[in-house]
Every structure is written in structure tokens, then in C-alpha cells.
């Protein structure tokens, strides 16, 4: 399924929302928590095994993104939306089959498999298109679409709690909310592939450079250049840094201030946890809009260099003043999402706009590998201190100072990003012929 083409006097300003549609969706898997206990109570779980459904969801994302990527860029934002809302929203119908029967292994399928499928190809699915349609600022039109993941939790948490307070929390609560899920989401989505369009032109917009501008490199030559690792691993220390304390956020800031005079409050921590969520979304957008100013480079090197500042004054400090440490760690997560949102358009400045969204999709393994690497560091760290004697801030030290080191070579990574030498570029000819291939085959 190809996207029709925008007709004349489009506004490029509708197709952020096409993509808002779809990441605001599919940004409820950071919401899974939701549903752990009461699963946990009706089906006998322990919490590792309500755990899976969200692991595997994760994993399948990044696979799925990865392995994904050349198809979305050759059938088109439409097609790709439409197969992320079909698996993202059949994903939790199967989920809801699994609970309504009791049939675990139902809703690891479901939601783990079949909707994590989902979620990496809707993530990507916005985003050479964004990038085509905003040339002159990638950041920030990935940025709004990238948000939307970051924020879908923020609807989807007090929206999935209430309707298990209504439909109660037994099995048959959990499916028939499962089941709303599923149907509302596919009825959302499909506000996105409805409104998404290609632009016309390589030129969308009067004065703004050309969508094709620039290098262009495809995704199979991409992955064989320094470029892409040294972006992989960019990308692998910012998040791994990030979720390190996103993970582990309500615990972490409790233990820190156990032993002092003002100790945290079951409330309190909640309270903290949801001001990330906030960083972490509020950086999505802001950061990457900056990094149109600055750019792509210099704002990774704040990402990278003032987040290991920032791990280092709450390894130093953090147990001894509450502001500071709360302070530090919403800079730190506003980093994690600026990071997400700012590396289409660091690909596109390196890669161009020719595969952009394959591109991406191979470089988020690097969030597959983080998201077991960071809550692994910060939770092992942890448990082996604890065993050996230790409390409080003393628990995160050690794991403090091997983020700061990680940040240390995501930053030494990002200075060793050069252009992309010429014999990978895809010569223009070849470049204008797939361009009006791919126009002429969506009219």
C-alpha cells in the first residue's frame, strides 16, 4: 500500500499529527506496569513472568524495526502504519483472548510478539517522511512525533488503572480492558493513515533546501560505515545511561534519603517518577528542535558531556541535597528522549533522506542492547552491594561511575563523526530515477 501523494496546497503541518496518532499509541507499552499486579493476583504470576509480555514486546520492537526498515521505505509511511495499527492493536485482542481464558502464553503472544511487531514498525514508520516533508528542521518534526511515544504513558496509565477500577482487576476485568485497548487504538491510529502523505515535490516548502540535498547513502552501504557504529554506540550510552535511573527511578531516590532527616514518601516517589516522564517527553521535543540550531553534533556533545557531569554530582552530592538530586536527574532523562528524537535528523544530515527510515530502524538495536544493559548495571550493582552490607546512596555508586564512563565513550564516539566518504553515496541519476519511481507508483 503506497501513500497518496499530497495535492497541491497541503499543509505539511498535518502529517505530524498523522504521527503523533500512531506514537501516542503505541507509547502505552511504557504503561505495562499497570497491569502486572493484577495479572500477578488473577493468573498466579510471580513478577518476572508478568514482566515477559513488556520484555518481549521491547525486544520485538528493535528486531522488527531493524528487519523492517527497507520494507517501510519501499511501500511507504501508509503501508506502515496500517501493519503497526493491525499488529499493535491485534496484539492486545489476543491479549485479551489470553486472560479471558487464563491462557498466559496468550498474552506474552499477544502483546509481547504479535504487538511488539507493532510497536518497531509504527516507530519508524513516520519518520523518513517527517524528515522529507521538514527539511529545514528534522529535529523538530521528529521530534513532535517521537513525543508522542515519551507521552503515550501519560494518557494510557491513568486511563488503563481506571477502567480496571470499573471493569475490576480479576481475569475477566483484564480482558474485557484488554479488549477496549485493542479496539480504541486501532479506531486512533487510523486517524494516521488517513492523513499521512508524501510530498509532491523534493522542495515541500518555498525557500527550504531540497529533500534530497546532500549526500545520499542506502541502508545496506550505511551499516558498513564507521559512521553508523560510532551513532550505534551514541545512541546505546545515552539511553543505557537514561534508563539506568528511569528503571529503577522510585526506589532509587527512597534509598537515597533513607538515612537522612527527610525521607522520601511512598507519594513522593511517585511524584518523582512521573516529573521524569515529564523530562523525558519535554526533551523529545526540546532538544531535538535545538539541535536545528546548533546542531546534530554539538548537541549530542551536551547530551553526553553534561549528562556525565550530571551522574557525577549525584554520586558526590545527590544524598545530601534533595533539589540537586532531583535536578540532575530530570536534565539526565531530558537527555534520554532528546537523544531518541535527535538521531533521524543526525542520520539524515549524514545518510540523507534516500533510506533515512531503514537507516533508523537498524540503529535501534542500540535500544534493544540498552535496555537490558542499563536496569542490568544499576539492579546487579545493587543486590551485590546490598549483600555486602550496604545501604542507602552507597548501593549506586559504583553503577554512578560506570555510567559516567559509558557517557565518557559515547562522547569520544560522537567526535569521531566524519562525513560519509563518496564511494558510498548512491550516484544522484540512480537517486532522481527511485525518487520519481516511487512518486509515480503513489499517484
Known amino acids: 500500500m ?6 497541491a496546497g497541503w499543509s505539511r503541518w498535518l502529517v505530524p499529527p498523522a504521527a503523533l496518532s500512531v506514537h501516542l499509541s503505541i507509547g502505552q507499552a511504557y504503561a505495562w506496569s499497570v497491569f502486572k499486579p493484577p495479572l500477578e493476583s488473577a493468573l498466579g504470576l510471580s513478577g518476572t513472568q508478568s514482566a515477559l ?16 526498515g527497507t520494507l517501510v521505505e519501499r511501500n511507504g509511511p501508509r503501508w506502515a502504519m496500517t501493519v503497526a495499527l493491525i499488529c499493535f492493536s491485534s496484539g492486545f485482542l489476543i491479549s485479551a483472548l489470553g486472560a479471558a481464558t487464563e491462557q498466559y502464553w496468550l498474552i506474552v503472544l499477544g502483546y509481547g510478539f504479535v504487538g511488539g511487531i507493532g510497536l518497531g514498525i509504527g516507530y519508524i514508520s513516520p519518520v523518513s517522511t517527517l524528515i522529507k516533508w521538514f527539511p529545514d528542521r528534522p529535529g523538530m518534526a521528529t521530534g513532535i512525533a517521537i513525543m508522542g511515544f515519551g507521552g503515550g504513558a501519560l494518557i494510557a496509565s491513568p486511563w488503563s488503572a481506571q477502567m480496571l477500577e470499573s471493569f475490576g482487576s480479576d481475569h475477566s476485568g483484564i480482558a474485557l480492558a484488554f479488549l477496549v485497548h485493542g479496539l480504541s487504538y486501532a479506531v486512533f491510529m487510523s486517524l494516521g493513515v488517513l492523513l499521512v502523505r508524501v510530498p509532491r515535490t523534493e522542495k515541500p516548502v518555498e525557500g527550504a533546501p531540497s529533500a534530497v540535498q546532500g549526500p545520499q547513502v542506502s541502508a545496506n552501504s550505511a551499516v558498513r560505515t564507521p559512521q553508523f557504529w560510532c551513532l550505534w554506540i551514541v545512541l ?3 539511553v543505557t545511561a537514561g534508563i539506568g535511573i528511569l528503571e529503577k527511578a522510585a526506589p532509587m531516590i527512597t534509598d537515597f534519603f533513607k538515612d537522612t532527616s527527610t525521607p522520601v514518601s511512598v507519594s513522593a516517589s511517585a511524584g518523582f517518577v512521573a516529573l521524569l516522564s ?5 526533551g523529545r521535543i526540546g532538544w531535538s528542535s ?21 551522574y557525577a554530582l549525584i554520586a558526590m552530592f545527590g544524598d545530601s541535597s534533595k533539589p540537586l538530586f532531583v535536578l540532575c536527574a530530570l536534565v539526565i532523562l531530558s537527555f534520554y528522549g532528546g537523544g531518541f528524537a535527535t538521531i533521524p535528523a543526525y542520520l539524515k544530515d549524514l545518510f540523507g533522506t534516500y533510506q533515512v527510515g531503514a537507516i533508523h530502524g537498524r540503529l535501534l538495536t542500540a535500544w534493544s542492547t540498552a535496555g537490558v544493559l542499563g536496569p542490568l548495571i544499576v539492579n546487579w550493582i545493587a543486590d551485590r552491594q546490598e549483600d555486602a552490607g550496604k545501604h542507602g546512596s552507597a548501593l549506586y555508586g559504583l553503577s554512578f561511575v560506570i555510567m ?26 540512480r537517486e532522481a530515477a527511485d525518487v520519481e519511481r516511487q512518486q509515480s507508483e503513489s499517484a
Open 2 to 7: 503506497s501513500p497518496p501523494v499530497a495535492p
Open 53 to 68: 509480555p513488556f520484555q518481549l514486546a521491547i525486544v520485538m520492537l528493535g528486531l522488527s524495526a531493524a528487519f523492517g
Open 236 to 238: 546505546c550510552m545515552n
Open 278 to 282: 515529564a523530562a523525558n517527553m519535554a
Open 290 to 310: 535545538t539541535s536545528d540550531l546548533i546542531g546534530r553534533k554539538n548537541i549530542y556533545r551536551v547530551y553526553l558531556g553534561v549528562g556525565a557531569v550530571m
Open 404 to 429: 559516567i564512563g559509558l557517557l565518557v565513550v559515547g562522547f569520544v564516539a560522537n567526535e569521531l563523526v566524519r562525513p560519509v566518504h563518496t564511494r558510498h553515496h548512491i550516484p544522484a541519476p
